[in-house]
């Protein structure tokens, strides 16, 4: 059976892995100099993307691909943080 992907398409994805790092590499750069763990940035982002409207922890913990219980910490700690109100 031959592979479906050739050359081309490797090189692509290889050239896309390397931007996603990048940017992950960025992202979690800054957000250690703002004081934030990576998860709690990306916590924030995705709760900001909601504008107007209440983001349920069962929605942000999908988006995070974090278990229910863990996206529930995550937020206690970003509002004891003064962060996010519940």
Known sequence: MSDPIDDED????????????????FSEGAAAEAGLTAQQ?????????????????GELADQLHLRPHSATGLVDRLARLGLVER
């Open 10 to 25: 490797y090189c692509a994805l290889a050239l896309f892995r390397r931007q996603l790092r990048s940017f992950l590499s």
């Open 41 to 57: 940035h990306q916590a924030l982002l995705a709760i900001r993307a909601a504008a107007e409207r209440s983001l349920p922890v």
